[in-house]
């Protein structure tokens, strides 16, 4: 056995002392990135669903902070500092007080479930910070106490003083915002309320939601309050032996049971679940310290995605940055009728749950199948079914591509709204009306979402939504060769002209495939053989009386295989195409319409929808098939797309994404034997970015800032891969992951 088989056999048995549950195991493969005056690294810390944020930005020196998450949180500072001798020393997520410095070599490491600083005194004490944003498994929201753990909106901090002295130390630590403390009792900000006068606990007004507060509770020491400068906060008077330290514990909570967001479509607010679990932030806090070994050691069992990898660095600092990136884009909400709702925001731009980007970012829901469920029951209701016509808003132009679901079929919408409303679209240009793509991602992923949950009472329910879907894009198909050609709209690779707009677009028929496949599997194995009843005794008013008395389960057994046989075909048809097309270029070409000068052009993100075939261990030969004609293409294009900056999206322009490019490697790695990896150009590209995560290039000296996007977390593709997963294998890949007794 080796020796780090040995750690991890004692690191899963010793984690559940509250000794060590106190902390969050960082990876030894992890880079500690320093933080200096040249750092402008921003990371996103946000608890799941609840939005509530402590964001930390070496730039400003300082961290955003909210009940409501990254889009409207307050800009502070965060003194951690020790004093030692009349010199305080403090952490870099502060500006520098009058009599203050910083302490030396500080660095700055990340876990999936937390962000570590690290620093040294000048008088050799080695101190650290961790934000914990606490996180376990939750297969769906029956499991409360998981759900609780997951969506509570509260972070521990965690502070480790050691002195690596020969001799007694006597310091004080400080910890607190530059914030008015607030007397939530009295309901006023009040000035001089540290000086000894308060004991474990300090109250602050949230300027970002009119009735919410945060809260700062020491856990396990007594501490004081304390004023110093416009910080103000808790103290602990520390004495550390030779070689000793101490661990200081924290929970930074808060609560917030206003409006969330508006749901224009059924014209109610929505707010967080959590206001169903707890009903004022003093529940929060004690929740948070009578759980705080139990939720601790749920995190650092987490943490084995990361323990447990041989993967780079590198790779493991992009899991975990791009994780704490979908986290901070979460909303779980509820009605005021106790219906929950999810949602995922697309970053800055505020777009909401954007089917494209859940094509990437919903990986994670093998870790909560519950948040894609959601979204796939809400995608349904926003369906678009007659042409509509556009007025141009804010100076741009109408665009009119995709408007066609009155002929054709209709198209799921692109999104549902912008925070803080949900709407039946966004209004910008092009986003909602991207037909031919978005149809076939429902059906990827309602494929998806089957495998990793066995749900298949609500897969079943679904599967007619998804035919009319499927259907809809038979009727794009206008010349017989199985790829639409007409009203296909835009696809998700807005920075590509080819593959963005040219009709017989080789990506989207692969997306075709891939659905048509996946589609047909649902149907042929979630069929209706009728002749039960599937509720109790129903009693109805219809005026005249008593009405249905009994619910009978139809049979359609004839009708699913019907429309199995039809989609395969229609996925064998294109997949004839495609080999027509290879034989005629050697390669398969980004468009098989010749009206395009550079249609011609290869790309090696094609196989984008291979990503879920693959992970489900899906056994198709039409599936099959496609890989390995694929193959090809992509051993070609990758070296004529590799450049200084990337691994451009197509053979002839000049962006890169890199979400998609990770995607390409990940689909690469597991059907065509590749080894390529792109993190290094997405590493280097977000080390030391404001907007992490930061997906792109345009060009060799241009960036696309994408402003905290959600999607690079398929980066957990390349680990899913190392361990081999499939969704048969679900349950022994998360057990590492679950603690015990769950």
Same mark, same amino acid.
């Given at each position: 056995?080796?020796?780090?088989?040995?750690?991890?056999?004692t690191?899963?048995? /010793?984690?559940?002392?509250?000794?060590?549950?106190?902390?969050?195991?960082?990876?030894?493969?992890m880079?500690?990135?320093?933080?200096?005056?040249?750092?402008?690294?921003?990371?996103?810390?946000?608890?799941?669903?609840?939005?509530?944020?402590?964001?930390?930005?070496?730039?400003?020196?300082?961290?955003?902070?909210?009940?409501?998450?990254?889009?409207?949180?307050?800009?502070?500072?965060?003194?951690?500092?020790?004093?030692?001798?009349?010199?305080?020393?403090?952490?870099?997520?502060?500006?520098?007080?009058?009599?203050?410095?910083?302490?030396?070599?500080?660095?700055?490491?990340l876990?999936? !479930?937390?962000?570590? /600083?690290?620093?040294?005194?000048?008088?050799?004490?080695?101190?650290?910070?961790?934000?914990?944003?606490p996180?376990?498994?939750?297969?769906?929201?029956?499991?409360?106490?998981?759900?609780?753990?997951?969506?509570?909106?509260?972070?521990?901090?965690?502070?480790?003083?050691?002195?690596?002295?020969?001799?007694?130390?006597?310091?004080?630590?400080?910890?607190?915002?530059?914030?008015?403390?607030?007397?939530?009792?009295?309901e006023?900000?009040?000035?001089?309320?540290?000086?000894g006068?308060?004991?474990?606990?300090?109250?602050?007004k949230?300027?970002?939601?009119?009735?919410?507060?945060?809260?700062?509770?020491?856990?396990?020491?007594?501490?004081?309050?304390?004023?110093?400068?416009a910080? =103000?906060?808790?103290?602990?008077?520390?004495?550390?032996?030779?070689k000793?330290?101490?661990d200081?514990?924290?929970?930074?909570?808060?609560?917030?049971?206003?409006?969330?967001?508006? $749901?224009?479509?059924? =014209?109610?607010?929505? #707010?967080?679940?959590? !206001?169903?679990?707890?009903?004022?932030?003093?529940?929060?806090?004690?929740?948070?310290?009578a *759980?705080?070994d139990?939720?601790?050691?749920?995190?650092?069992?987490?943490?084995?995605l990361?323990?447990?990898s041989?993967? +780079?660095?590198?790779?493991?600092?992009?899991?975990?940055?791009?994780f704490?990136? $979908?986290?901070?884009?979460?909303?779980?909400?509820?009605?005021?009728?106790?219906?929950?709702?999810?949602?995922?925001?697309?970053?800055?731009?505020k777009?909401?749950?954007?089917?494209?980007?859940?094509?990437? !970012?919903?990986?994670?829901?093998?870790?909560?199948?519950?948040?894609?469920?959601?979204?796939?029951?809400?995608?349904?209701?926003?369906?678009?079914?007659?042409?509509?016509?556009?007025?141009?808003?804010?100076?741009?132009?109408?665009?009119?591509?995709?408007?066609?679901?009155?002929?054709?079929?209709?198209?799921?919408?692109?999104?549902?709204?912008?925070?803080?409303?949900?709407?039946?679209?966004?209004?910008?240009?092009?986003?909602?009306?991207?037909?031919?793509?978005?149809?076939?991602?429902?059906?990827?992923?309602?494929?998806?979402?089957? #495998?990793?949950?066995?749900?298949?009472?609500?897969?079943?329910?679904k599967?007619?939504?998804?035919?009319?879907?499927?259907?809809? /894009?038979?009727?794009?198909?206008?010349?017989?060769?199985?790829?639409?050609?007409?009203?296909?709209?835009?696809t998700?690779?807005?920075?590509?002209?080819?593959?963005?707009?040219?009709?017989? =677009?080789?990506?989207?028929?692969? #997306?075709?495939?891939?659905?048509?496949?996946? +589609?047909?599997?649902?149907?042929?194995?979630?069929? !209706?053989?009728?002749?039960?009843?599937?509720?109790?005794?129903?009693?109805?008013?219809?005026?005249?009386?008593q009405?249905?008395? =009994?619910?009978?389960?139809?049979?359609?057994?004839?009708?699913?295989?019907?429309?199995a046989?039809?989609y395969?075909?229609?996925?064998?048809?294109?997949?004839?195409?495609?080999?027509?097309?290879?034989?005629?270029?050697?390669?398969?070409?980004?468009?098989?319409?010749?009206?395009?000068?550079?249609g011609?052009?290869m790309?090696?993100?094609?196989?984008?929808?291979?990503?879920y075939?693959?992970?489900t261990?899906?056994?198709?030969?039409?599936?099959?098939?496609?890989?390995?004609?694929?193959?090809?293409?992509?051993?070609?294009?990758?070296?004529? +797309?590799?450049?200084?900056?990337?691994?451009?999206?197509?053979?002839?322009?000049?962006?890169?994404?890199?979400?998609?490019?990770?995607?390409?490697?990940?689909?690469?790695?597991?059907?065509f034997g590749?080894?390529? *990896?792109?993190?290094?150009?997405?590493?280097?590209?977000?080390? *030391?970015?404001?907007?992490?995560?930061?997906?792109?290039?345009?060009?060799?000296?241009?960036?696309w800032?994408?402003?905290?996007?959600?999607?690079?977390?398929?980066?957990?593709?390349?680990?899913?891969?190392?361990?081999?997963?499939?969704?048969?294998?679900?349950?022994e890949?998360?057990?590492?992951?679950?603690?015990?007794?769950?």
């Amino acid at each position: 056995m080796t020796s780090r088989n040995i750690y991890l056999l004692t690191f899963s048995f /010793l984690f559940f002392s509250s000794v060590f549950a106190a902390r969050i195991p960082i990876d030894k493969d992890m880079p500690a990135i320093s933080i200096n005056d040249d750092s402008q690294l921003g990371i996103l810390n946000s608890r799941m669903g609840s939005r509530f944020s402590l964001n930390f930005f070496s730039g400003k020196r300082g961290i955003h902070t909210g009940a409501l998450g990254f889009d409207s949180d307050e800009y502070s500072e965060l003194l951690v500092g020790i004093e030692q001798d009349g010199k305080l020393e403090i952490f870099r997520l502060a500006n520098p007080l009058i009599k203050s410095s910083y302490l030396q070599n500080q660095t700055m490491q990340l876990a999936m !479930t937390g962000m570590q /600083l690290k620093g040294t005194s000048s008088k050799g004490l080695e101190m650290s910070v961790t934000a914990v944003s606490p996180f376990t498994p939750a297969n769906s929201l029956d499991e409360t106490e998981a759900i609780r753990l997951q969506i509570s909106p509260f972070f521990y901090l965690l502070v480790k003083v050691k002195n690596t002295t020969e001799t007694s130390v006597n310091a004080k630590l400080f910890v607190g915002l530059k914030k008015l403390p607030y007397n939530p009792i009295m309901e006023y900000a009040v000035w001089g309320y540290g000086y000894g006068r308060i004991a474990n606990e300090i109250y602050y007004k949230d300027q970002t939601a009119s009735n919410a507060l945060i809260a700062l509770e020491s856990l396990n020491v007594k501490t004081t309050g304390f004023e110093k400068e416009a910080f =103000n906060g808790l103290s602990y008077e520390l004495s550390i032996a030779p070689k000793a330290d101490v661990d200081v514990q924290y929970s930074y909570s808060t609560y917030y049971n206003g409006r969330v967001q508006r $749901d224009n479509r059924i =014209n109610l607010d929505l #707010k967080y679940y959590y !206001t169903s679990f707890w009903k004022d932030i003093y529940e929060v806090k004690t929740y948070a310290k009578a *759980n705080f070994d139990k939720n601790m050691a749920a995190s650092a069992q987490f943490e084995n995605l990361l323990l447990r990898s041989k993967l +780079s660095g590198q790779d493991k600092w992009m899991m975990a940055l791009t994780f704490h990136a $979908d986290l901070a884009n979460t909303f779980l909400l509820i009605d005021e009728k106790q219906r929950p709702y999810f949602y995922l925001l697309e970053g800055r731009f505020k777009h909401q749950s954007t089917v494209d980007v859940a094509h990437e !970012t919903e990986l994670v829901a093998l870790f909560n199948p519950w948040r894609l469920k959601l979204q796939l029951q809400q995608w349904s209701n926003y369906l678009a079914t007659e042409r509509v016509k556009r007025e141009p808003e804010r100076g741009r132009k109408a665009f009119y591509q995709g408007y066609s679901a009155a002929e054709y079929g209709p198209y799921v919408m692109h999104d549902v709204g912008d925070y803080p409303f949900i709407s039946e679209s966004s209004d910008y240009d092009f986003g909602p009306y991207m037909a031919a793509e978005e149809n076939t991602n429902y059906a990827i992923l309602l494929y998806w979402y089957w #495998k990793i949950s066995g749900d298949d009472e609500f897969v079943k329910q679904k599967l007619g939504f998804v035919e009319m879907l499927l259907h809809s /894009l038979v009727n794009r198909d206008i010349n017989g060769n199985g790829i639409v050609d007409h009203a296909q709209g835009w696809t998700t690779f807005d920075s590509s002209k080819s593959l963005r707009i040219y009709i017989e =677009n080789t990506y989207v028929g692969v #997306k075709q495939i891939s659905a048509y496949t996946m +589609s047909a599997e649902m149907f042929r194995s979630l069929i !209706t053989t009728g002749d039960h009843e599937i509720g109790e005794l129903v009693k109805m008013s219809d005026g005249e009386g008593q009405g249905f008395k =009994n619910i009978l389960d139809v049979p359609n057994e004839a009708l699913r295989l019907r429309q199995a046989i039809l989609y395969e075909n229609e996925a064998k048809k294109i997949l004839a195409t495609l080999k027509k097309a290879q034989k005629q270029y050697g390669y398969i070409p980004v468009s098989l319409d010749k009206k395009y000068a550079d249609g011609n052009q290869m790309s090696v993100v094609l196989g984008d929808a291979l990503l879920y075939p693959g992970f489900t261990g899906m056994n198709s030969p039409i599936i099959t098939e496609t890989a390995k004609l694929l193959k090809t293409t992509y051993e070609k294009a990758y070296p004529m +797309s590799l450049k200084s900056y990337g691994v451009t999206l197509t053979s002839g322009e000049t962006p890169t994404w890199y979400s998609k490019i990770m995607v390409s490697d990940i689909v690469a790695q597991r059907w065509f034997g590749s080894t390529n *990896n792109s993190v290094r150009f997405v590493y280097q590209h977000n080390v *030391n970015s404001p907007f992490t995560y930061n997906d792109g290039m345009e060009n060799e000296s241009r960036s696309w800032i994408g402003y905290f996007y959600p999607r690079g977390v398929v980066t957990l593709g390349y680990f899913m891969n190392e361990e081999g997963f499939r969704t048969d294998k679900k349950e022994e890949f998360l057990r590492p992951l679950t603690p015990k007794g769950e």
